[in-house]
Every structure is written in structure tokens, then in C-alpha cells.
């Protein structure tokens, strides 16, 4: 199980890393989607590009990867409104609007993906084996 499980550490700390750069250098679509009750909805975008950076390098650490593993597990729970923000008022990003074939499946993968930076971080097991790991 450690190889998929490593395999899996590293797309997914790519995939945090691609984005949380696009958070630093086009922050505007995810603006867009930011709930309204987010005050200063740019510096809280820039700042959640960071934190997905500084998370994805983290989970690449050993010693730090149980803790990149809880926050971005964390991050991903609380990012969850901007993308129900973005299905339900069918907000532009670059002029285009995406329909339910794109929203709903990415509603859907919200819970996969907080399960997966668990799992990647060696916080959980589940479904592998049915332990909670201790922080080390």
C-alpha cells in the first residue's frame, strides 16, 4: 500500500501546488466564486494560494505530512461554499458559465478529495485498513 499511497501523495500535492499557484497569479475567477459573507475576498484568495503551496510542499515532508494532510483536508471542507457559490449562481469564470456536468460531479468529488488528503497525509487508513493513525 505504500506505493499507491505515495503515488497519490504526489498528484495530489501537484494538483494543490498547480493551483494554488493559479490562486497567486489569476485570483480573479475564484474571487467571483468567493461567498459574499468572505470579507476582503482577494487577500483571502492570495492567502488560500499560499496555504495550498506551503500544504503541498508539506506533504511531501515526512515530518510534516500527518499536519498537511488534517489542513488540507480542512481546506478543502472549507472551500466547499465557493463551490456550491459557483453551481448554484451559475457564475461566469472568463466569460463562461459551466452547467451541471461540470458542477455536480465536482460537488460530488469535494468529500474524495478531503478523504484522499487524509490518507495521502497517513492521517487515516479507512478503507484500507479500519485505523486512525496518531500524529507521529
Known amino acids: 500500500m505504500n506505493r499507491p499511497r505515495a503515488v497519490a501523495r504526489v498528484v495530489l500535492a501537484v ?3 498547480a493551483v494554488g499557484i493559479v490562486h497567486l497569479k489569476a485570483p480573479g475567477g475564484f474571487v467571483a466564486i468567493t461567498p459574499d459573507w468572505v470579507p476582503y475576498p482577494r487577500n483571502v484568495i492570495l492567502a488560500t494560494g499560499l496555504c495550498e503551496i506551503a500544504g503541498a510542499v508539506a506533504l511531501l515532508v515526512p515530518r510534516l505530512r500527518w499536519w498537511a494532510g488534517v489542513m488540507l483536508a480542512l481546506y478543502a ?4 461554499p465557493a463551490n456550491i457559490k459557483h453551481a448554484v449562481d451559475g457564475v461566469a469564470i472568463g466569460g463562461v458559465v459551466l452547467g451541471p456536468w461540470y458542477h455536480v460531479p465536482r460537488l ?3 468529500p474524495v478529495i478531503i478523504w484522499w488528503a487524509l490518507w495521502a497525509g497517513t492521517v487515516i487508513d479507512w478503507p484500507f485498513r479500519r485505523t486512525v493513525r496518531a500524529q507521529p
Open 108 to 110: 460530488l468529488f469535494q
Open 77 to 80: 471542507l472549507c472551500v466547499f
Open 15 to 17: 494538483a494543490f501546488f
